[in-house]
C-alpha cells in the first residue's frame, strides 16, 4: 500500500495532545440506515477484529470540477478534449485545511497520528486501520456480524453511527460502518463446451444484414466471437497502433484471476495474430494475480479474451484489487475492507496516465451502497473522466430487478424503511459520469432479457439526458409502472452492446458466457479503437462519453427497438425508437463513429 501524502505538517501541538485525555464529547448520528432484508445480526463484532476505515473529508469545489468535466466532454464547447491534468483535479478535489486539520485533532485525539494513515492523491480520503474496539469509541457505535441469508457470507457493519459535534461538517461519511453493499461480477450463465450445440454450418449460406445494411456471419447469431462484433460493429479491417499512446485497461475484484494460457488458446482460436502478446498486470492494495489454471476466473477471462482481443496490438493493462473478502466470524482474517471501488479510485487517481479507456463489469444494487458514499464514488469517477479518461460499466443483469436469478426471491423491496416494492437500478451504472453500458441479443439485435436498466433513485437526470429521458417517459402510456421508479433520476443504461453466447476458453475449455459483463469489455474495445483514432491523428481522448453519444454520437449508434428487460414481476421497459431504459441509446457502429470524432 502506497502511501499517497507527502504533507508533513503536524498540526497537534504537545499541549492539545496532553490535554487529549478522555473527555466527554457529546457524539451526534451523522448517518442511519436499515440493513438490506437480506442481511440478518449474528453477533457481536470481535473487539480486536481491524477494520480498514475510510473517512470521506467535504470536497467543498466538486462543483466546479463537474463544470470543467462537462465543458470538456461536450463536443460543442470550446474546452472540449482540454482535459485537466492530475494536479488540477486533485485541487479541485481537495478538502478545506480546515476540514484536514479538524479531522487530524480528531484522529490524535485516540492516539491515531499522521504516520499511522494514507491519504487519497487529493487527500479527499483519509484510511486508517483500528479495532472495533476503538472504532465503536469514536464513533459511539457498536459493531456487529451481519450475516447473508443466501450465501452466508459475513460483514462487520453497524447500522448507525456518530460523530463528535465539531467534526460532522469535516468528514462526509465514514465506512465500513453502514455499507452492506457486495461488488458482485455481473456475468450470467456460463454454458459448458458439452452444452454447447454443435454449430449448423451455413455452406454458402447467405450472410445476415442488419437493418443498417451491415452483412455478418450467420454463426455470429448464435455465437459470438470478436470476428462477429468487428463485423456486426463495423470495425472489420481497422488496425489500431501499439505506439500512439493508446491504451486499454480492465478492472478485476473478488479474486477474479485473468488466466494467460486460457489468453493464449483464446487468441489462436480467433486472434491468432495477437497470440504471444499479453497485458500488464498491476496489483492494487494487494490484489493477487494467480496464473494457476484451477484458479481462473470466467469474469477476468471473459473481460481480457474480449477487450484486449478486439483492440490488440493496443497495450492492456488488468487492475486486479484486493479487498471486499468476506468476513470468517471464526477465521482470523486480518480485515474486513469496504468495497474494493474507491481503494481502486485511489490508486488510479494518483497515476499520472491512467488508460485512455477502462472497464469495469462489476456493480451492485443501488440501495446497499449508503447515498452518501455513492456519491462520493461517483466523484471519484467525475475524476477521472475530467483527466480524459472514458468509463463503462456493465448495467446489471436483472433487468428491471435486484438480478436475484430465482424470481420467487425477487423481491425488489426497498431498504429504505418503508419495505416498499420498487425497481431496483444498480450502481456504479447509476452514477451519471460513467457509460452504462446495456446488453442485446441475436442478430438483427433485440434488447437481451436481463439487460439492467431503470433510473436511479440517488442521482437526477443528468443534462445530457434532458431531452432523450423525456421522449421515452412521455410515450409510455399514463401511470405505467406509477411509484415503482423515479422519473427523474438518471436513467440507465447508455449505450449498450451484444451480451450473451461469448465464446471464451475459460480454463482451457471453450464455453459460452454472457451477461452485460461481456457488454461493457465489447462497448468498451470499440470506444478504444475510436481513442486509438483519434491519438494517430493528434487528438485528444473522448474522455467522458455521455455528452457526445447523446448528441454528434447518436448518428453512430444502431437504436435498438425490440424486447425488453422483466424484472419485480412486471414485463419491465421496452426497448423503443430513441433511447430506453433496457439498450439505452443502441450499439456502436464503429466506422461512423469513427468519422464523427475524427
Ligand atoms: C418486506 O415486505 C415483504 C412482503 O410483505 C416481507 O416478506 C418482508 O419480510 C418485509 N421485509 C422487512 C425487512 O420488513
Ligand atoms: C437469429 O436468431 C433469432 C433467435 O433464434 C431468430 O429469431 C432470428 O430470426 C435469427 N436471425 C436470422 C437473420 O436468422
Ligand atoms: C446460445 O448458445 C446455446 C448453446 O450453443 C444455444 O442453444 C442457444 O440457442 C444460443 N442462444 C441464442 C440466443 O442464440
Ligand atoms: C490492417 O492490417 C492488415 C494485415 O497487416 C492489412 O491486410 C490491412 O490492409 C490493414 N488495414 C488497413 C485499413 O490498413
Ligand atoms: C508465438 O511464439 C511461438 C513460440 O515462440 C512461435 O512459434 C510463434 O510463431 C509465435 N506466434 C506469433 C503470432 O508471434
Ligand atoms: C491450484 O489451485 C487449486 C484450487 O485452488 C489448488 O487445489 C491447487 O493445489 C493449486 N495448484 C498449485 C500448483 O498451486
Ligand atoms: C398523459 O396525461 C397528460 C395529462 O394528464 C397528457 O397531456 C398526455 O398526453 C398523456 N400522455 C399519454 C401518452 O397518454
Ligand atoms: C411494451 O410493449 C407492449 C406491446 O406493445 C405493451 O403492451 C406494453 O404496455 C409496453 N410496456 C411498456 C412499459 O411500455
Ligand atoms: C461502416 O463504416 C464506414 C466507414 O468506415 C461507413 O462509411 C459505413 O457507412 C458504415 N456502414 C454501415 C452499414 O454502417
Redesign the pocket.
Known sequence: MKLLSSWLTVIVTLGTYVAAVPQPVSHRVKERVVAPNDWVKLGRAPSDHVLELRIGLPQPDIHLLEKALYEVSDPYHERYGSHLSKEEVDELAAPHPESLSAVEEWLASHGILESDFTRSSAKDWVKIRIPVELAETMLDTTYHVWGHIHDGDAVVRTTSYSLPEHIHGHVDLIQPTTMFARFKGLKSTLIWSSDIQEEISYPGSSLITTPSGIQVDPSCNSTITISCLKQLYNATGYNSSATNGNMLGITGYLGQYANIMDLQSFYAAQR??A??STFKFVSVMGGLNSQNLSEAGDEADLDTQFAFGLTYPTPGTFYSTAGSPPYIPDADTPTDSNEPYVDWLDYILSQPSPPQTITTSYGDDEQTVPLSYAIRACNGFAQLGARGVSIMFSSGDGGVGDGDPDPTTQTCFTNDGRNVTRFIPGFPASCPYVTAVGGTVNIPETAVWFSGGGFSNYFPRPPYQESAVPAYLNALPNGTYAGLYNPYGRGIPDVSAQAWNFSIVYQQQTVKIGGTSASSPTFAGFVSLLNDARLSSGLPPLGFLNPLLYTKGLAGLNDVTSGNNPGCGTEGFNATIGWDPVTGLGTPDFGKLKAIVL
Request: aromatic share 0%; charged share 25%.
Open positions: 491468432p495474430d497470440l504471444n
